[in-house]
């Protein structure tokens, strides 16, 4: 079984620019998590999706925002990208429903910008 | 503020040895638990799951879960030197998982 993908693997933008990363989740997942990994720190959440709805997001500024499509893939966006959003973007997916099941994460997009 | 502690490390231990990885959390109402192996530079690989007091065994990993102590660990038997990488211990809250920052592993030969 296949498992969680992300592209790109590794992204260079600079200041100011826009940012896209995507994800396939498993399949039969439903939701979709975004956490993002800078250097030094821990996993901090950015966003929940599930069944196209945003069900919640972490304390991150508007400039983050994302979707989930149909097929319940998912892209993050990031706007006007600062020095400090240079990290490593984590995807996972799990099983729908209230309440926590496993979260099976992809490889990551490494993002710099410079 | 819904944390996760766990000692930063770096937790040695000698191949063969049992190491003894621990973690604490604020949230009493927290119902799942889970540890993620992170090797330098991948992404995090979950290697278990915990949901009821007790002990739970699979291979050579236990996870110990007390909920009266918001105390939760994990031991990994017969260390071995591809053991060595970051832990992350995990608990659900209704939305996501909040995640301690890691203890770091190193089993040396």
């Known amino acids: 079984e296949a498992g969680v993908t992300q592209s790109p693997t590794h992204l260079i933008k600079t200041r100011g620019q826009q940012a896209t990363l995507r994800c396939s989740p498993i399949s039969g997942h ?52 600062e020095l400090e959003d240079s990290a490593l973007y984590l995807c996972a997916s799990s099983f729908p429903g209230q309440g926590i099941h496993e979260q099976y994460f992809g490889p990551g997009t490494r993002l710099t910008v410079t | 503020q819904k944390e996760v502690e766990q000692n930063s490390g770096p937790l040695s231990v000698p191949e063969g040895a049992i190491a003894s990885l621990n973690c604490t959390y604020s949230d009493r109402g927290s119902q799942s638990f889970f540890w993620y192996r992170q090797y330098s ?5 979950l290697i278990m799951s915990i949901y009821s007091n007790g002990d739970k065994e699979d291979g050579r990993f236990t996870a110990q879960l007390n909920k009266a102590s918001q105390y939760v660990s994990l031991l990994i038997r017969d260390s071995q030197p591809s053991d060595s990488a970051t832990y992350l211990c995990a608990h659900s809250g209704y939305s996501t998982l909040t995640f301690g920052k890691g203890t770091m592993l190193l089993v040396s030969p």
Do not use: M
């Open chain 2, 41 to 45: 530079g991948k992404s995090p690989e």
């Open chain 1, 30 to 81: 439903t939701s979709v998590y975004w956490y993002q990994q800078a250097l030094g720190l821990g996993l901090q959440f950015l966003l929940w999706y599930d069944e196209g709805e945003e069900r919640n997001r972490g304390n991150f500024p508007p400039r983050f925002s994302g979707r989930q499509f149909p097929n319940y893939s998912s892209e993050l966006n990031v706007n006007a990208l």
